[in-house]
């Protein structure tokens, strides 16, 4: 039987400091953009009175904007009313990649990596969200779900570089789906409303 592969959250410059997650994510969400038509109002004087005009603050064409990953992890710190600890301590670690807040220049804005087999991806904390579930007869909180989105690198140039990175790996293949029709159950799904009506 085959080891269970745990994710974990580390500084992608030093990455054999490892922040494991307790329970493995059951969804990744990753997005990405590019800069498209922005447009502010400005105010230009017409016949009577001003008007509002658009006026274009960046290419249609610029370069992509970066991607975000989103994800959702767990921690649960209770056995029993006896064996317990404070869930925070697990989430302290993470917190610690947030930006100082002291300047928007990048030696304010620590870098942290998420890996989880062949995926890595790298960038900066953009956000961090966390729901407290279940507190001990103490008001000891011990059940989180913590959410984290991360700004930075696209996510197939990253895993690539991963599993290029790691020994005894294959390496990441992207391989067009196949297109094999649904199944009947459940066909209707994909068909347009034209085609459904009839």
Not at 10 to 16: G, K, M
Not at 113 to 124: D, E, H, I, P
Request: charged share 25%; glycine share 8%; with cysteine.
């Amino acid at each position: 039987m085959a080891d269970l592969e745990k994710a974990f959250l580390c500084d992608p410059d030093t990455p054999s400091k490892k922040y494991y997650v307790q329970f493995n994510p059951n969804t990744l969400e990753y997005s990405a953009s590019r800069g498209g038509n922005a447009y502010k109002g400005v105010s230009a004087q017409g016949g009577q009175g001003s008007a509002r005009e658009p006026q274009m603050q960046s290419s249609p064409f610029s370069e992509p904007e970066g991607s975000l990953l989103s994800v959702k992890l767990f921690y649960h710190t209770y056995a029993s009313r006896d064996d317990f600890s404070d869930v925070r301590t697990k989430i302290y670690s993470i917190r610690a990649f947030l930006p100082s807040g002291k300047g928007e220049n990048s030696s304010s804005s620590p870098r942290i990596q998420f890996v989880w087999g062949t995926l890595a991806y790298a960038g900066t904390l953009e956000s961090l969200h966390v729901s407290y579930q279940m507190f001990a007869h103490d008001g000891t909180p011990v059940q989180a779900e913590v959410s984290i989105t991360i700004r930075g690198e696209d996510l197939d140039v990253s895993a690539e570089s991963n599993n290029q990175a790691q020994s005894g790996r294959k390496k990441l293949k992207l391989e067009p789906a196949d297109e094999d029709p649904p199944p009947d159950d459940i066909v209707w799904l994909f068909q347009d409303e034209e085609e459904s009506a009839l």
